[in-house]
T-cell receptor, first 116, second 112 residues
C-alpha cells in the first residue's frame, strides 16, 4: 500500500530564513504525483506545489520549491525567506490510482512556526 | 468566482441524530471527496465520487453515507451509527491537470 511519512511533528524557523519540511513516500507505481498543501489555523487546505514522478526538474512556485529525490523516495518542501504568514500545518500527499479512481494519500503533517 | 462551498462552518448536534453536511462546487470538476480531520492529525478519506451517481468508500466510511445526484453537489450524512462524529470535515474536488484537489473551507461538527 502507498504511504506518506512526515517525521517532523513541529518545526520552527526565524523570519526570512529558509526551512525544509521532510516527506518520504512509498509506492510501487512508476507514475505518481506528489503534492504539498498548507493548512492555516482557519482550516482550509491550500494547494502549494506539485511534482510528477517523470518530471526531470524540481518543481518551484514562488518561494516554494520541492526537492525531489526519486531514488530516495523523498519529496521535501523548501520554503525560502520565511514569513510570519507561513506559520501553519503543512501536509505532503501522493496521488494513488486505484481501479480507475484517483485519490490522495496524506501524511500526518508538520506544524511550522515562524518566529520574528 | 470558482470554488467550493461548505455550509455551515460550525454545526452542533445531539447524539443520536443524523446530520447532513453540504458541499457545492462550481469548478466543473467530475471528482469530489470527503475527508475527516481530527485535532493534530492528517486527513482521512471517507467517500469519493468520480462521476454523477457513482461513489466509492474511502478508508473510514462506516457510519457515513453520501449521494451524488448532481455534478456540483456531494452531500455527506453523518449517521447515528458513527461512534465519534465530532471532527472537522473537509470536502474537495479534483481537476484533471494533475488531479490536484481543491478544498472547501470545512465544517466543524460537534456532537454532544
Amino acid at each position: 500500500a502507498q504511504k506518506i511519512t512526515q517525521t517532523q511533528p513541529g518545526m520552527f524557523v526565524q523570519e526570512k530564513e529558509a526551512v525544509t519540511l521532510d516527506c518520504t513516500y512509498d509506492t510501487s507505481d512508476q507514475s505518481y504525483g506528489l503534492f504539498w498543501y498548507k493548512q492555516p489555523s482557519s482550516g482550509e487546505m491550500i494547494f502549494l506545489i506539485y511534482q510528477g514522478s517523470y518530471d526531470e526538474q524540481n518543481a518551484t512556485e514562488g518561494r516554494y520549491s520541492l526537492n525531489f529525490q526519486k531514488a530516495r523516495k523523498s519529496a521535501n518542501l523548501v520554503i525560502s525567506a520565511s514569513q510570519l504568514g507561513d506559520s501553519a500545518m503543512y501536509f505532503c500527499a501522493m496521488r494513488e490510482r486505484t481501479g480507475g479512481y484517483n485519490k490522495l494519500i496524506f501524511g500526518a503533517g508538520t506544524r511550522l512556526a515562524v518566529h520574528p | 468566482d470558482g470554488g467550493i462551498t461548505q455550509s455551515p462552518k460550525y454545526l452542533f448536534r445531539k447524539e443520536g441524530q443524523n446530520v447532513t453536511l453540504s458541499c457545492e462546487q462550481n469548478l466543473n470538476h467530475d471528482a469530489m471527496y470527503w475527508y475527516r480531520q481530527d485535532p493534530g492529525q492528517g486527513l482521512r478519506l471517507i467517500y469519493y465520487s468520480q462521476i454523477v451517481n457513482d461513489f466509492q468508500k474511502g478508508d473510514i466510511a462506516e457510519g457515513y453515507s453520501v449521494s451524488r445526484e448532481k455534478k456540483e453537489s456531494f452531500p455527506l450524512t453523518v449517521t447515528s451509527a458513527q461512534k465519534n462524529p465530532t471532527a472537522f470535515y473537509l470536502c474537495a474536488s479534483s481537476g484533471d491537470r494533475f488531479y490536484e484537489q481543491y478544498f472547501g473551507p470545512g465544517t466543524r461538527l460537534t456532537v454532544t
